[in-house]
């Protein structure tokens, strides 16, 4: 019978010491301009979903609301036009924050406040006679 083996014998145990991989990263000393904002994004194609979706939301608002809201009269469509808008801007500002679609994002925001008839109320109210 031999001994214990002395590879896990607890008599001939000694430590190794570990050396910590530390990574000390840069302090930010300034904030990046809006441009380089716009240009930033995660590697790869970035996916665009989120401006797609608002850009066609507002311009899906923009007929409602003119065409058949004002010049065939029918309100209803005013109402539908708000809301389909009022989706289309929070797409836009998710697509904006997010990175997914920054463009058509923005496109898609001011789209969505020409297709909404209570926004457009609100700027002849603030800049109107």
């Known amino acids: 019978m031999s001994g214990p083996d002395p590879q896990y014998d607890p008599r001939t145990y000694r430590p190794r010491t570990?050396?910590?991989?530390?990574?000390?990263?840069?302090?930010?000393?300034?904030?990046?301009?809006?441009?380089?904002?716009?240009?930033?994004?995660?590697?790869?194609?970035?996916?665009?979903?989120?401006?797609?979706?608002?850009?066609?939301l507002g311009l899906t608002s923009v007929p409602l609301l003119w065409v058949l809201g004002t010049i065939l009269e029918l309100h209803v469509f005013g109402y539908v036009a708000a809301a389909i808008s009022t989706v289309a801007a929070f797409f836009a500002l998710v697509a904006f924050?997010?990175?997914?679609?920054?463009?058509?994002?923005?496109?898609?925001?001011?789209?969505?406040?020409?297709?909404?008839?209570?926004?457009?109320?609100?700027l002849l109210t603030l800049f109107g006679n």
């Open 97 to 122: 924050v997010a990175g997914m679609g920054r463009g058509l994002g923005f496109a898609g925001l001011i789209l969505a406040g020409l297709g909404n008839i209570f926004f457009l109320s609100w």
């Open 18 to 56: 570990v050396s910590p991989q530390v990574r000390i990263e840069q302090p930010v000393s300034s904030a990046p301009t809006l441009a380089q904002y716009m240009l930033s994004g995660p590697g790869g194609r970035p996916s665009r979903w989120a401006g797609a979706l608002a850009f066609w």
